[in-house]
C-alpha cells in the first residue's frame, strides 16, 4: 500500500485550500468565527472538533469580467432596469461569483422588478423558478434572514440566483407568486420555517408545523430538542427530562 493511501489521502485529488469546500482564505466577508462543533461548550463534545476554530465567510462581491455568459446576464439585466428608470446599483447591492455559479444580490424592495424583467426580457428569459429557500446567519447583523432564489432559462440553458436579505426585526420580503406561481408552496416552507414574511402571498400559512407552533424549527437559534411533545393524550417529556437508565 503506498504512503498516500496509508495516511488516507486520495492520490487523484490535489487537497490544496483552493479545492476543498467552505475554504475561502482571507477572502470574502467575516461574519462569526466558529469554535468547536455542534455548541457543546462544556466538555461533552467526544466527535475530537473540540478544539476547532475557523472563520465563517461568506463571497464578496466579483469584480468585471466574471467570465462567460455571465457578463451578457449582467450586462442585459442592468440595461433593462436603466431602460424602466433604475438605477441598477440601487437595485443590486452586489453581484457574487464563486464556485463557478452567479448569484445577484437584491434590495428587497426591488425584488419583484427584476424578478419580472429577468423573465419577460427576450435576451434573458428566466422562464423558471425553481423555489425559494431560507437561510439564517444569526451574525449577519441586519440581515440575518436571507431567501434565495434559483432561476432557470430554459430559452438559453442557464441558472442564476437571486438572494435578498432582511433583518431578523423586520422579516418581510415581496412574495414573487405573482411572477412564479410556483413558489406558492416553497414560500408558505420558508415562512413556516425560518419566520420570512413573503407580502403580497396569496395565502400565507404554515405547510408543516401546527398553526399554532411558536417558532421557527430551521433558524439556527432554535433550540434542539427539548421540547416536550403530546401525542394521542399522551405527554412525551423533552430529552432532557427523560428518565436516565444508565
Not at 466577508?29 to 461568506?58: K, P
Not at 440566483?161 to 407568486?177: G, T
Request: aromatic share 8%.
Amino acid at each position: 500500500m503506498s504512503d498516500a493511501h496509508s495516511e488516507g489521502v486520495n492520490p487523484e485529488k490535489d487537497l490544496s485550500a483552493a479545492n476543498l469546500p467552505g475554504q475561502r482564505g482571507d477572502q470574502g466577508e467575516e461574519i462569526r468565527v466558529q469554535r468547536g462543533m455542534f455548541g457543546a461548550n462544556n466538555g461533552g463534545d467526544t466527535s475530537g472538533y473540540g478544539g476547532l476554530v475557523r472563520s465563517v465567510r461568506l463571497p464578496g462581491a466579483a469584480s468585471r469580467p466574471y467570465g462567460g455568459w455571465f457578463d451578457e446576464v449582467a450586462d442585459e439585466l442592468e440595461g433593462a432596469l436603466e431602460e424602466q428608470g433604475l438605477v441598477p446599483e440601487n437595485a443590486i447591492a452586489k453581484t457574487v461569483v464563486d464556485r463557478d455559479e452567479i448569484t445577484f444580490h437584491i434590495e428587497r424592495e426591488y425584488l419583484v422588478r427584476v424578478a419580472h424583467t429577468l423573465r419577460d426580457d427576450p435576451a434573458l428569459r428566466f422562464e423558471l423558478c425553481t423555489g425559494v429557500s431560507g437561510v439564517h446567519y444569526p451574525d449577519d447583523k441586519g440581515r440575518e434572514l436571507h431567501a434565495v432564489y434559483h432561476l432557470r432559462s430554459i430559452t438559453h440553458n442557464r441558472l442564476i440566483r437571486l438572494e435578498v436579505s432582511a433583518p431578523d426585526a423586520d422579516p418581510h420580503v415581496p412574495s414573487l407568486v405573482a411572477v412564479y406561481p410556483t413558489n406558492d408552496w416553497h414560500e408558505r416552507e420558508t415562512y413556516d420555517f425560518f419566520g420570512l414574511v413573503f407580502d403580497g402571498h396569496p395565502a400565507l400559512t404554515r405547510i408543516m408545523m401546527p398553526d399554532d407552533w411558536q417558532g421557527f424549527p430551521q433558524r439556527k437559534d432554535y433550540p434542539l430538542g427539548g421540547i416536550p411533545v403530546e401525542y394521542k393524550g399522551a405527554q412525551i417529556p423533552a430529552p432532557d427530562q427523560r428518565r436516565s437508565y444508565s
